[in-house]
């Protein structure tokens, strides 16, 4: 339910716009897809971040020192 709530107005505003009421359904995939990657994303990166505390530091002092 809450996907479908959240998503609604911005896939029944391109469902209207493109007048295919088809697009509906697959903006909807598309969204969750989307939310999908973010949340994928963050387990990774967390579970990177736990590994190796430092990593982030040492890329970020690499990229101030120009090399």
Not at 16 to 25: I, K, N, S
Not at 29 to 48: D, E, H, L
Request: aromatic share 16%.
């Amino acid at each position: 339910y809450f996907y479908l709530w959240a998503f609604h107005r911005k896939c029944r505003r391109v469902a209207t716009m493109t007048g295919r009421w088809e697009a509906y359904p697959l903006c909807l995939v598309m969204m969750w897809t989307i939310v999908a990657a973010n949340i994928a994303g963050f387990v990774v990166g967390s579970v990177q971040r736990r590994r190796n505390p430092r990593r982030y530091d040492v890329r970020m002092e690499t990229y101030l020192a120009g090399a």
